[in-house]
C-alpha cells in the first residue's frame, strides 16, 4: 500500500502500463543478481541474508535454491510473510521492496532445473555419497515466494541530475521526486496473467 506522505505521493505515477513496470523491474533485477531476503523467527526478531535469484517465473513467482537444513526453513515454517529487497542506490539505479509469501516448492525436476555448478559451493560435501551439493541432495530445495506487493523506485536520472533536484527542491519547498515508485499488486499480476498478457522474458 502506497504512503500518504509528501515523497510517496509526488513520486507515485500509477499511469504508468503494468507490462512497462515488470519490463523495468526485470531489467532493475537482472543488473544486480542478488536481493536480500527476510524471514521472521519464531520470537518476532527479523532476519535478513543475501540470496540469488534462480528463477522469476513469467508469472511473477519468485525462486531461490536453499539449504532445508538452514534456519531460514524453521522461519518459512513459521510464518510464510517474507520481504525481497535490492537496493542499487550506490549507482543510482533505485530500489525495490517486494512483499511475498514463501513456501518449499515440491515440483518434480525443479531443483534439477534450476541447480547451476557453483550451487554446490554453497552446500559442500559431507563424504557421505548422499549430502554431495549435486541436486540429488536431500538438502537441496527451492524456496518459492508468491507476490503480495512490489514497490519499485525507478530512477533514471544521472547522480548529477539527482543532485540538482534534492537541491532545487531543498530551495523551492517542494518534494524531491528523482525518480517514480511504482506499486504492483498480485492482483494486478493475476489479471495479466489470466489475460495472456505476461510473456516469457
Known amino acids: 500500500m502506497s504512503g500518504n506522505d509528501q515523497y510517496s505521493q509526488a513520486a507515485a505515477k500509477p499511469q504508468v502500463p503494468l507490462n512497462t513496470k515488470l519490463a523495468d523491474l526485470r531489467g532493475f533485477l537482472n543488473k544486480h543478481k542478488t536481493v536480500l531476503l527476510t524471514t521472521r523467527a519464531p520470537d518476532g526478531s527479523l532476519h535478513a541474508r543475501v540470496m ?36 542499487g542506490s550506490h549507482n543510482n539505479s ?36 548422499v549430502h554431495t551439493g549435486e541436486p540429488s541432495d536431500p538438502r537441496v530445495a527451492v524456496l518459492e515466494v508468491q507476490v503480495d506487493e512490489i514497490r519499485h523506485f525507478h530512477q533514471e536520472r544521472t547522480l548529477v541530475g539527482t543532485a540538482v533536484d534534492v537541491v532545487a527542491s531543498a530551495i523551492s519547498g517542494s518534494t524531491a521526486t528523482p525518480g517514480d515508485i511504482r506499486t504492483i499488486t498480485r492482483e494486478d499480476i493475476s489479471a495479466a496473467w489470466k489475460a495472456g498478457e505476461l510473456k516469457e522474458p
Open 52 to 87: 540469488a535469484i534462480a528463477e522469476i517465473t513469467p508469472e511473477w513467482k519468485f525462486r531461490f535454491i536453499y539449504d532445508n537444513e538452514s534456519y531460514k526453513e524453521t522461519e518459512v515454517d513459521h510464518d510464510f510473510h517474507v520481504n525481497i529487497a535490492a537496493d
Open 94 to 129: 533505485g530500489w525495490v521492496s517486494i512483499a511475498g509469501r514463501a513456501k518449499r516448492s515440491n515440483e518434480e525436476g525443479l531443483v534439477a532445473k534450476l541447480w547451476n555448478p557453483t550451487t554446490k559451493a554453497w552446500f559442500g560435501d559431507k563424504g557421505d555419497g
